[in-house]
């Protein structure tokens, strides 16, 4: 672009000119505002070059690749972009930044007869309380968005968007409609609200003091009505019908609200403020970029500094497998369901997320601690939309299992690791079962569950030996007519059928069988979930491997169907007790303490795969420490985890020097010395961790890619990595 003409030298047109100066593109900027003092003053702070009072004094000196951004006040956009289309050549571009765009469009189309093709509609998404040219600020637009409405694809568009591009801002494009019904429930309906309240209070209030006695709680909610008043009458009118939508959608909350204060609807208020406030502390999450992880814009790395041992005592998180079928159960039971110790990681708080979706009040997380109140077996209700459960696959299947016995259809969708994962596996039996699920091309997410309350009882052999697929079909059969039974090639962790019976619910079992009748009801109960052996076991292994390490692990499920990782570890030679084991509420817990030993290498039993089936990383770690080759066999479920864990830890092996073999269910590693070197995770949260813990034993530092999805399962692994000894340094790039 040569030249820019902004029309309009008001916070938004000021504030774009001001950040070409300051980044220093080689443009001229031309203002036209209709008083001198304004331009005078444009000079004077250096961010435009000359100015003009009308467009028509400079209109034949644009041509191709030259552009106009009209910054009015939005109801008079549209005047000027008609009077610029008449004034200059079709080769010029034109944009303006309304915050509505609908009524722009109807207007040129009343006007003009149709839609100019150099017209490109936008809509920066940022603003201030302040306005005026001296509030301009040259880094209002820096990683903010700005929408594009446009109604055709041509070079107009392109340098539009390369205009706001080179300012730091995020170009987005769609509908006409779609824009102004976003903007009137997001901003416009807020700015009626905060104008009205503060109105209220300051007009309609018999106390005139009032303001003395707010504080800051008062001050953030009603910032926004600080704005430009006119300004914000313009839009209301421009986006008239969109802005009345949204009224009516809050004033039908808000009677709700008032009947339920009215009636002291303990219920409705809880849910509508656990609601609001999980919705909140999400958004907050997501705009921080901290979590909820979205891998296009975060990327977190690790640098892991050779060398050092582990001590000390910790405590994990919470276990991730009882976390999401405490709120599964606990939202299905009646009454009320205490929880403490709960996870909460990404995977459970997306399953929390789903059950408060269906209409169940949660109150919680608050240190651990969940407070659930049951709707019974049937309380569920249809979602307002598809379920989304992150990376959390034991959610999306167990999920699957509760949805097929409802009286709606409902939809689970995921994010790009869980979207390539495997979903026949459920969708099959619950298909035999009698109901219509559809899935994505080959068996893949979303996965949409057609509930039917004739749900047929069947007895399924799992082809693999999957918790998930077992307890996805006796969920569904908890819905079922007749027995349900699932045969399983090897047992596999019992999270459920040990809970059911917490919850009240007859289970039986006889080797690698377990069945139940269906139309029963779960009764309430107090859960305290473990800490996960899961996620112990990476500062098992370090201790195993690091030198002079020795750490107990506190409060740790030790469930048979999980133990594996102890078994295989001991196998090795490592030095593991269990203290003061003892049974919390249906699971037994024990403190681990675990002292370096020289490890060897083995076999690893196939009866014990399932039983570790999310350790392997990490034992793939001790197995490039110990002397001698580990092999393993009979794990091809690792394959189709949060991603392919045979080929991904092959090769961070190899790149840290070890003689590691992927094979078609397992691997052989050679033990050896572990190097340096830069690690791909594939979005794995396993893979992250288990090479934090490889550093104990390397010779140089690692460098460990995309880590974010950790806090899927481990909520502070770096803090307590770092507390045990391990020299752990995060990274956002
Ligand atoms: C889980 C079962 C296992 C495990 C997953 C949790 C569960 O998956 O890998 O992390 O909670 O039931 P599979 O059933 O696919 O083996």
Redesign the pocket.
């Known amino acids: 672009m040569r030249k820019l003409v902004v029309i309009g030298l008001g916070l938004i047109g000021g504030s774009l000119a001001a950040a070409l100066k300051k980044r220093g593109q080689a443009i001229e900027i031309i203002a036209v505002a209709r008083r001198q003092e304004t331009i005078d003053t444009a000079l004077t702070m250096g961010i435009i070059d000359r100015g003009v009072n009308a467009l028509s004094g400079i209109a034949n000196e644009l041509g191709e690749g030259d552009c106009i951004f009209v910054a009015v006040p939005t109801l008079s956009v549209a005047d000027q972009l008609i009077s610029a289309h008449a004034l200059v050549a079709n080769s010029v571009t034109l944009t303006d930044g309304a915050s509505t765009k609908g009524n722009i469009i109807t207007s040129l189309e009343e006007k003009l007869g149709f839609l100019p093709e150099n017209y490109v509609p936008g809509h920066p998404i940022a603003g201030s309380e302040q306005s005026g040219v001296t509030a301009a600020n040259p880094s209002l637009y820096e990683q903010h968005r700005v929408i594009l409405t446009p109604h055709c694809e041509n070079q107009h568009c392109d340098l539009v968007k390369d205009l706001w591009e080179s300012v730091g801002a995020e170009v987005l494009t769609m509908s006409v409609q779609e824009h102004d019904e976003v903007l009137a429930a997001t901003s416009h309906l807020p700015h009626v609200i905060a104008y009205s309240l503060v109105d209220t209070l300051a007009h309609d209030s018999h106390n005139e003091n009032l303001f003395r006695y707010a504080a800051g709680g008062f001050k953030d909610f009603t910032r926004i009505a600080s704005s430009d008043p006119t300004m914000w009458h313009d839009i209301m009118i421009a986006n008239k019908q969109s802005v009345l939508n949204a009224i009516a959608l809050f004033q039908n909350n808000l009677s709700q609200l008032t009947t339920a204060i009215n009636n002291e609807d303990h219920a409705h208020l809880l849910g509508v403020f656990t609601r609001a406030k999980a919705a909140r502390d999400r958004f907050i999450k997501q705009l921080n970029k901290s979590s909820y992880i979205d891998p296009m814009t975060q990327t977190l790395q690790y640098i892991i500094q050779p060398g050092g041992s582990v001590t000390g005592n910790l405590r994990v998180p919470g276990d991730?497998?009882i976390s999401?079928r405490s709120i599964m159960l606990g939202s299905l039971a009646d009454g009320v369901t205490e929880v403490s110790g709960i996870l909460e990681g990404e995977d459970a708080l997306a399953t929390l997320q789903a059950f408060r979706d269906m209409g169940v009040v949660i109150e919680g997380p608050e240190n651990g601690k969940l407070t659930i109140h049951g709707v019974g077996m049937k309380g569920l209700k249809a979602p307002p939309g598809p379920l989304y459960v992150g990376n959390a696959?034991?959610a999306m299947r167990l999920l699957a299992g509760l949805l097929a016995g409802q009286n709606f259809s409902a939809t689970l969708t995921g994010d790009n690791s869980l979207t390539k994962r495997p979903m026949n596996r459920v969708a099959n039996p619950l298909r035999d079962m009698g109901i219509t699920v559809e899935t994505a091309e080959s068996g893949r997410p979303p996965i949409t569950i057609h509930g039917s309350q004739s749900l047929k009882a069947i007895t399924y052999k799992t082809p693999m030996?999957?918790?998930?697929?077992k307890?996805c079909v006796l969920l569904a059969g908890l819905y079922a007519k007749g027995t349900t039974k699932v045969i399983e090639p090897a047992v596999?962790?019992d999270?459920t059928e040990r809970m059911l019976k917490g919850f009240g619910y007859k289970v039986q079992r006889d080797d690698n069988s377990v069945w139940l009748e269906g139309g029963g009801r779960l009764k309430a109960m107090s859960i305290e979930v473990p800490a996960d052996i899961s996620s112990a076991a990476f500062f098992m292994v370090a201790a195993s491997i690091a030198p002079g390490s020795d750490i107990t692990l506190e409060h740790v499920g030790i469930n048979p169907t999980r133990t594996g990782v102890i078994d295989i570890l001991r196998l090795m030679g490592a030095d593991i007790t269990l203290l003061n084991e003892r049974e919390v509420g249906g699971e037994p817990v024990a403190d681990i303490r675990v002292r370096y030993s020289e490890l060897t290498g083995i076999t690893i039993p196939e009866d014990l795969v399932p039983l570790a089936?999310?350790e392997f990383p990490v034992l793939f770690i001790a197995a490039a420490c110990a002397k001698g080759s580990t092999v393993l066999t009979g794990a091809s479920?690792l394959r189709v985890?949060e991603s392919d864990r045979i080929q991904v830890m092959a090769e961070g092996l190899q790149t840290l020097g070890i003689d590691a073999t992927p094979t078609a269910d397992g691997m052989i590693v050679k033990g050896g010395q572990l190097t340096t070197g830069t690690i791909e995770t594939h979005d794995d949260h396993r893979i992250a961790m288990a090479f934090s813990v490889a550093g104990l034993r390397a010779s140089g530092p690692i460098t460990i890619n995309n880590c974010a999805h950790v806090a899927t399962s481990f909520p502070g692994f770096e803090d307590l990595a770092k507390k045990a000894g391990i020299s752990l340094e995060r990274q956002s790039i």
């Open positions: 991730k497998s999401h696959g034991t030996a999957s918790a998930q697929v307890s596999t962790r999270h089936i999310d479920e985890k």
